[in-house]
C-alpha cells in the first residue's frame, strides 16, 4: 500500500486537539477490551490521532504495540473519522512485563498449546466487536523487523511497544524517522518521576524525540505525551 505525501498547513492543531472525546459503542468497546490506557489517556489520543489525521491528509497511522486492542479501538475510530486507516504491529507474544512472573502477565492469554503468551485472537476479537476490521490491519511481527521494511509517511505513530530498554531503543530509532512533517507522534508510559514507572519510554523515546529538534511538545495527559513533528 503507498500513500502520497500532502503538505500540512495546519494552524488550527492545537484547537483540534483541545476536546474531542470518543462517545458511544466504539468508546464502550475501547474500555471493555484488555489493557492498560485509561480512559482520560485514550481520549486523547483520539483527539490526537485526528487532528494529526486533518493536519497530514490521506497518510496512514500506525501504532506500535497492539496488546489486546484497547487502545487500537481509539486509534481505529480516529483513522475512521479521518478516512485513513490504521496498521497495528505487534508480535503478540507480549512483552517482558507481561511474561510469567511479572506484575502485568495475564495467565489467560497463554496459549495452551505453545504455553506462550498469544494476544493476537484476544486483538481479533477486539476489533471485529468494535466494528474496525475495515480501516485497522494487524501486521503480526517484530517492530524491528516491520519497521526495517518500512517507506510509508505517516500521519500518526503511537509507541507503546516494549518497554525494556533494547525495545525502546529500537521503537524510536525504527520508526520516528517516519512521521510525515506535520504529523505527531504519541509516546505512552511516559514517567518523569522515576518512581512512577519505568525509563526506558521517558529517556530513550521522549527526550531523544525532544532533543532531536524534530518534535516539538503539544500536550501531557497522564504517561501519555504527544508531539508533533516540525
Known sequence: MTFSVK??????????????????HLRECALAAKGFMPADEGDALFAA???AGRCAP??????????????????????RA????????????????NQAGWEHHDASLVDP???????????????HGAGLE??????VGRSDAVAAHWTSPLAFLFIDGGHGEGPARLDYQGWTPHVAVGGTLAIHDVFPDPADGGRPPHDL?????????RFRLQSATGSL??????
Do not use: K, N
Not at 489486546?68 to 479501538?73: A, K, L, N, Y
Not at 498449546?113 to 476489533?127: A, E
Not at 523515546?205 to 529538534?213: D, K, N, Q, T, V
Open 7 to 24: 503538505a500540512c498547513h495546519c494552524d488550527g492543531y492545537r484547537a483540534a486537539v483541545s476536546d474531542l472525546p470518543l462517545s458511544g
Open 49 to 51: 490521532a485526528t487532528a
Open 58 to 79: 490521506g497518510l496512514p497511522f500506525l501504532e506500535v504495540g497492539s496488546y489486546c486492542g484497547r487502545s487500537t479501538v481509539w486509534l481505529g475510530a480516529a483513522a
Open 82 to 97: 479521518c478516512d485513513t486507516v490504521l496498521f497495528a504491529v505487534d508480535h503478540h507474544r507480549g512483552s517482558e512485563e
Open 113 to 127: 498449546r505453545s504455553g506462550r503468551m498469544d494476544t493476537l485472537p484476544t486483538f481479533r476479537d477486539t476489533i
Open 134 to 139: 475495515d480501516v485497522v490491519f494487524a501486521i
Open 205 to 213: 523515546i521522549f527526550r531523544p524525540a525532544l532533543e532531536s529538534g
Open 225 to 230: 505525551r504527544v508531539l508533533r513533528r516540525v
